[in-house]
């Protein structure tokens, strides 16, 4: 019995020996009670199982497919959605719910970050592509909003795109492999090519921006190849430091799997920052870059960084032994990714490498700058590294200064950028957000997860734009 009808008893029952209500009476339900009407539950949630897209793939169809839910009036704590499931249908992936299956139906149920959906909003960028082998669709056979069953609505339902129409993004062709010759980063065919793209900020703080639909918005309206992923090991929700490292590694797949659908690189950032020193945590690090490196090995598209900012760490004595291990750890599992060193004071003393490069000949070791703080003194020290032959790559960089915040040097950021093109460098901004400093690329007011209009970026984030449109 529900809550609401034990109330009701109890209520009747003491008016009862009040001497309030008839004794052959029984109470009627008070029609205003908010918990009964099922009006309210009714009108209130709208939810749909949308196929978005649908491509031919031998003799199947595969299809992608949406789960929105909206409830105008409840803040949703937990939802989980019930799909009837054509027979013969196969998961091919799923991005931000976990999806168990029982025969004939799916059950959809959010990931940590997406369990609580406010008032009004909609769940958003819930999704998962599936073959099935006739022309039969899922559709959301029931809905439970905070352990209950509700009604819903149905949205319009919209009609996949007939089978043998242009494929989806989804249907990109596997990246092609990098590696390093003659100091510059090419493609399989030898050519020099220029990664540039954004840096998320501390996973663990902004897993929301770790979405396809964002991806796609930076690879289609910003022109960026690339995204790095930027995994905190000692700050508070660090992976060292207490985060939660499943849904830490989770989040890294997930970026994995967006950027190998959507044809773009990804770079596994192990980001080290107060921790100084990489030997500070290395056998954390030796035990996580065993693990995604195994994971990886067959990704084209993956690279991986291994230390953010050493602080206090002379290259030869400190970086480059922890750089021997770790690369040669990467090495037994995968043979050629490419792998990113950072070098010396938050990544500053690149001159340190020349004549003490690693043997290793996918390595790569970089410089970052903050264009505010950052100007000749270390544009001149990236030039002599970059003739002396050693491959650089800009992980990390903004028009602001180094705090994160502070005024953009617009001077100082067209100087980085016309070294940046003159090299063929490549390079990803710092970060992609929106907290309230002035490095985040979205403005403070901005709660757009994707699909960013110029008037959501920040200064920051328009400038870069405007540079990846230019490359
Ligand atoms: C900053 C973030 C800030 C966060 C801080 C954590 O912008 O929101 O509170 O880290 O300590 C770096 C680092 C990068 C910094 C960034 C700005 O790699 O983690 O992010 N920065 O200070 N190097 C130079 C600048």
């Known amino acids: 019995m529900k809550h609401a009808n034990w109330i009701r008893l109890i209520l009747s029952g003491f008016c009862l020996l009040a001497g309030c209500a008839r004794p052959t009476e029984t109470v009627p339900a008070p029609t205003t009670e908010p918990i009964e009407s099922p009006a309210v539950e009714t009108v209130a949630v709208t939810a749909s199982v949308k196929g978005v897209n649908s491509w031919p793939d031998n003799d199947k169809t595969v299809t992608q497919y949406e789960l929105t839910i909206q409830d105008d009036v409840t803040d949703i704590q937990n939802w989980k959605a019930v799909l009837s499931v054509p027979d013969g249908t196969e998961l091919q992936q799923n991005w931000n719910t976990e999806i168990e299956k029982e025969d004939g139906t799916w059950i959809l ?65 596997p990246i092609g492999s990098l590696h390093v010759a003659n100091g510059k980063l090419c493609n399989e065919a030898g050519e020099p090519v220029q990664l540039r793209g954004v840096s998320t900020h501390g996973l663990a703080w902004f897993p929301e921006y770790v979405n396809r639909d964002a991806f796609l918005t930076l690879r289609d309206d910003w022109n960026a190849n690339t995204i790095r992923l930027a995994l905190y090991t000692a700050e508070s929700g660090g992976y060292c430091t207490g985060g939660n490292q499943q849904e830490l590694l989770d989040l890294i797949d997930k970026g994995v799997t967006y950027a190998e659908e959507l044809g ?67 090495r037994r599992n995968d043979k050629d990714a490419v792998i990113l060193v950072g070098t010396n004071t938050w990544c500053q003393d690149i001159d340190e490498v020349i004549g003490n490069e690693l043997s290793d000949d996918n390595v790569m070791y970089t410089v970052h700058f903050y264009a505010g703080t950052h100007k000749d003194a270390l544009r001149n020290k990236l030039r002599k590294a970059l003739d002396a032959n050693v491959p650089v790559y800009i992980s990390e960089c903004s028009i602001v200064e180094a705090s994160g915040n502070g005024a953009a040097d617009y001077e100082s950021a067209e100087e980085w950028l016309k070294l940046i093109n003159e090299y063929g460098l490549s390079y990803n901004a710092w970060s992609l957000c929106n907290k309230n400093e002035t490095s985040a690329l979205l403005k403070p007011s901005c709660d757009k997860l994707s699909g960013w209009s110029e008037a959501d970026l920040s200064e920051t984030g328009i400038w870069f734009r405007n540079a990846f449109r230019k490359s």
């Not at 149920?109 to 369990?115: F, H, L, S, V, W």
């Not at 990886?296 to 993956?302: E, G, L, N």
């Not at 004595?317 to 990467?330: C, F, G, L, R, T």
Request: hydrophobic letters at 35%.
């Open 109 to 173: 149920t959010p990931e940590d970050y997406n369990r609580a959906i406010s008032a009004g909003e909609p769940l958003k960028d819930v999704g998962w592509i599936a073959s099935c082998d006739t022309n039969e669709t899922i559709t959301l056979l029931s809905l439970e909003l905070n352990g209950e069953e509700v009604s819903f609505q149905k949205e319009q339902k919209s009609t996949p795109a007939p089978a043998g129409a242009e494929p989806s993004p989804a249907a990109v062709e």
């Open 264 to 330: 773009m690189y990804v770079i596994i950032d192990w980001h080290i920052l107060s921790d100084k020193n990489p030997s500070m945590h290395q056998g954390e690090a030796v035990a996580f870059f065993t693990e995604v490196s195994k994971k990886y090995k067959d990704k084209t598209h993956v690279l991986y960084e291994i230390c953010n900012e050493p602080q206090e760490s002379p290259f030869l004595s400190v970086i480059k032994p922890y750089a021997e291990d770790i690369v040669q750890v990467i």
